[in-house]
């Protein structure tokens, strides 16, 4: 299996993490892409122009990386990172649903901000750092409950990873203890340790 791959996604991150939880990373090839770069090619396997995309020993190319996570993870014997139907299903999905708006959140802001002043919205920079806010207090209420691993809890946690490598100065720990606590216990895991971002 090929994976279009970048070091500081934490979309990518979140399928290297799955794979490793499921013990299939080994069969990973990964591709490093650049989807910001003008002359890349990953349009070729996914026309939305984005990574990650898994393209299968058979041809066949997945996208992006709800789909890809929940593929790798039916590779592995449950229990698995995906409950199979019912309300912990749900509840799973919704988790990481926040977790991924608040990636996508983190990423547009940084991704105006990197613009030259004078062409920034601030509206847009606000917009998305109160999406990243809201949802941390979101996550903070919810803490109580966290428990076990599924793929809510593992993307929970690499967004919140994405914070402290980009978005330092939120410092999202200051005033949300249940969750800091948690993430500081989670993180141990040799998935979330194993995949650090880095330049």
């Not at 349009?43 to 790798?72: H, R």
């Not at 914070?163 to 330092?168: A, G, H």
Request: charged content about 25%.
């Amino acid at each position: 299996m090929k994976l279009r791959y970048s070091t500081t996604s934490p979309f990518v991150r979140k399928c290297l993490a799955t794979a490793i939880e499921a013990g299939v990373v080994s069969e990973l090839e990964l591709e490093t892409t650049n989807p910001w770069d003008p002359d890349t090619d990953v349009t070729t396997d996914n026309p939305i122009g984005k990574i990650p995309a898994l393209t299968l020993s058979d041809g066949d190319i997945l996208f992006d990386s709800p789909v890809i996570c929940e593929y790798l993870d039916s590779l592995r014997d449950p229990p698995r990172l995906f409950p199979p139907e019912g309300a912990a299903r749900w509840r799973a999905l919704t988790k990481m649903a926040l977790a991924d708006g608040l990636m996508d959140a983190a990423i547009l802001r940084r991704r105006e901000m990197m613009r030259p002043a004078d062409e920034q919205s601030p509206w847009w920079v606000e917009r998305q750092h109160g999406i990243v806010e809201r949802t941390v207090n979101a996550m903070e209420e919810q803490a109580e409950s966290y428990d076990g691993i599924d793929i809510g809890l593992l993307t929970s946690a690499i967004s919140l990873s994405y914070l402290d490598f980009r978005v330092p100065d939120l410092a999202w720990r200051d005033g949300h203890p249940r969750l800091s606590s948690w993430y500081e216990q989670f993180s141990q895991r040799p998935s979330i340790q194993d995949t650090e971002p880095h330049e």
